[in-house]
């Protein structure tokens, strides 16, 4: 395969080997925070979590939608990273929006997690529904990695939405 279509296929191999992503919003002060979430994806470019709207990433996304995002392997020897960093804009999913977005965010859930309803989410519950619209994507190439020839780790843009 060429290196473009390599990376993107390492990216969408990061994205789903893991079940867990690094949440970066931004608190009022600029300062960054850090969140692990528990997520679903749906076509690589819509990213899915349930939070409480009291947690403070929620309270950062509702007064500032953009967000980072990392996911990565943290079973990867020293040396041979692998990770994927997503620029997107997140926001709670209306309650509108509930019966169509939890049913692709919830086609089939991985051991131990819940596939929510949107009765679960929605009016007084005490979760929500968030989503992240990827607005751009780069893979972590280690220095050690043959097609890297400056021998520095670096990120590569990529593009893991396949083609249709």
């Known amino acids: 395969m060429s290196l473009p279509e390599d990376l993107d296929e390492l990216a969408r191999t ?26 679903t994806h ?27 995002i990392v996911i990565y392997d943290s079973s990867a020897e020293i040396g041979r990273g692998r990770a994927v960093y997503i620029d997107a804009a997140a926001s ?26 949107p009765a679960d989410l929605g009016g007084d519950a005490p979760l929500r529904l968030y989503r992240a619209d990827a607005t751009g994507y780069e893979v972590h190439l280690p220095g050690r990695d043959p097609r890297n020839a400056s021998g520095i780790d670096t990120r590569r843009r990529v593009d893991p939405v396949p083609r249709a």
Do not use: Q
């Not at 076509?43 to 939608?65: C, E, K, L």
């Open 42 to 68: 749906a076509g690589y470019r819509t990213f899915y979590w349930v939070s409480s709207p009291d947690s403070r990433h929620s309270g950062n996304i509702a007064a500032r939608p953009e967000v980072a």
């Open 92 to 117: 709670a999913v209306p309650d509108e929006e509930l019966p169509e977005r939890c049913a692709e965010a919830f086609p089939r859930v991985d051991p131990g997690a819940v596939a929510f309803e």
């Open 14 to 39: 990061v994205i789903d080997g893991n079940l867990y992503m690094t949440l970066g919003t931004s608190e009022a002060d600029h300062r960054p925070r850090l969140s692990p979430v528990y997520f």
